[in-house]
């Protein structure tokens, strides 16, 4: 019997340590999402906090993208109208914004999924689009190692990255990888 509720034991100690969050945001990150706050181009909850150990959504990065990239407010853009996102959906200007300007693109099916995780090589892309690079990818490379190498070149992201391309990514990544990349643009 003692076997047994040992055995029960480590299951759930496994099954919590699984379901516990591996890191929680970095010095890097929190100085990144403090100063993209200070520009407006990050915000926080209705508890004033950034949420940097939250994963971000599709939504969330058209959101930031658009903030960064253009200096009008979004006000009825002329879009891309994609299947899962309705008229009243928040983030629904800024996505059709996002589509228009070329920098971030929605499914085969024609939806979005604007309350999807993003991915680590879905963001890598929009960055690289964003610094208008995606004319200059290697045409020897496929998706996504043909984005992850233009990054690394361009030091929007570390050269010795280790990031799994498929690993949704926190505000806090993303965080960083936006003001590296406002780092990049302005050198």
Do not use: C
Not at 62 to 79: D, K, N
Not at 143 to 171: C, F, G, H
């Amino acid at each position: 019997m003692n076997k047994k509720l040992l055995m029960f034991i480590n299951v759930l100690v496994v099954i919590w340590l699984a379901a516990a969050p591996v890191s929680a945001a970095t010095t890097t990150q929190i100085y990144a999402g403090n100063q993209l706050r200070t520009l407006g181009i990050l915000q926080g909850s209705g508890d004033g906090s950034l949420q940097l150990d939250n994963n971000i959504t599709r939504a969330e990065v058209a959101t930031i993208m658009v903030r960064i990239l253009t200096e009008s407010p979004v006000l009825y853009p002329e879009g891309k109208e994609f299947a899962d996102v309705s008229a009243k959906h928040w983030g629904r200007d800024y996505i059709q914004k996002a589509y228009k300007i070329g920098i971030i693109h929605g499914y085969p099916d024609n939806t979005f999924g604007p309350g999807n995780k993003i991915t680590y090589a879905e963001v890598v892309a929009i960055m690289v689009n964003a610094l208008g690079q995606k004319e200059n990818l290697n045409p020897e490379l496929l998706w996504p190692e043909n984005y992850l190498t233009k990054a690394k070149e361009l030091k929007v992201i570390p050269s010795d990255s280790q990031v799994l391309p498929e690993q949704a990514i926190t505000r806090g990544e993303m965080a960083l990888i936006v003001w590296d990349t406002i780092l990049v643009k302005n050198k």
